[in-house]
């Protein structure tokens, strides 16, 4: 007790500020683990945690000193088992706005064009029910995915779109990867997504377009060749049902570059919920 008065004692604002970090950690690092497989490794590992403590506290020698060898272990095999998420982590740092001054040195791309372009192809899309997927990069490059495709390095047009996509050609099979205004691959491979809480009548094209959201910050179209649906995935979320007003109102909200203060980290990820 006398050590629990003497740190109350003890408390100041700088422990406030301390109490308040670890807080937010804690909470950013659920919100990256939310919906994907890290969720019940954490539980497992809570479990475990826990177990041991108990094992501890009743003198349980043998039990205690396996569990203890399987923290040990553990935290070797946690960088390897959690890799996605710590890369989305380290990603995400290093896209927050407080890093990105030099972005004021350079003009942007005219983004409003591709907006409008890639909504127009899109309606067309739609109504003839051709399956399509349309990536946009923003700030982590995608060349691993364009590698994986036929490059075209083409100026962003409604018609091109609407080319690329027709069924039986060479390129239709894939996604579409765009870079400011051009148009750099298409029939590109993309990573499907870790989300097992998926709809099960969702295809390939939908989780992919999903999954290239989960590893980079990049936006995803995608058109259903089943049903016409237009969604747009962003930061491993689909909003899906999207008429021409609200997906160019959403693809503007996302791509078109907003006068932003450089103390607003995070808010990239925000935007996006």
């Known amino acids: 007790m006398d050590a629990w008065f003497a740190a109350i004692r003890d408390f100041g604002f700088k422990d406030v500020i301390d109490i308040l970090f670890v807080a937010f950690m ?5 919100l990256l683990i939310r919906g994907t497989r890290a969720v019940q490794l954490l539980k497992g590992v809570i479990v475990v945690v826990v177990v041991t403590m108990v094992s501890s506290l009743l003198n349980l020698s043998a039990s205690n000193w396996l569990l203890n060898r399987i923290i040990e272990i553990g935290l070797f ?3 390897v088992v959690f890799q996605p998420e710590l890369r989305r982590a380290l990603e995400q740092l290093g896209r927050g706005s407080l890093w990105n001054f030099n972005l004021l040195l350079h003009e942007e791309p005219n983004m409003v064009h591709t907006v409008n372009e ?6 067309v899309l739609a109504k003839t029910k051709t399956g399509a997927l349309i990536v946009i990069e923003r700030q982590t490059g995608l060349n691993e995915y364009i590698e994986t495709g036929t490059r075209l390095e083409a100026r962003v047009s409604t018609e091109l779109f609407i080319n690329l996509f027709i069924p039986n050609t060479p390129l239709h099979d894939g996604a579409v990867i765009v870079r400011g205004t ?10 499907l997504t870790e989300n097992r809480n998926l709809d ?8 992919a377009g999903l999954g290239i959201t989960e590893q980079s910050d ?15 995935c962003v930061d491993g979320v689909m909003h899906g049902h999207l008429d021409e007003e609200a997906l160019n109102e959403l693809l503007m909200k996302l ?7 450089a103390l607003s980290f995070w808010n990239r990820k925000a935007e996006s919920r």
């Open 26 to 30: 804690i909470y950013y690092l659920l």
């Open 77 to 79: 095999a946690i960088p």
């Open 182 to 191: 051009q148009i750099m691959a298409a029939g590109c491979v993309l990573p």
């Open 255 to 261: 791509l078109v570059p907003q006068k932003t203060s």
């Open 118 to 123: 890639i909504v127009k192809a899109c309606q």
């Open 218 to 232: 990049g936006v995803s179209v995608i058109v259903s060749e089943e049903t016409g649906q237009v969604s747009v």
């Open 200 to 207: 099960k009548q969702l295809g390939t094209r939908h989780r």
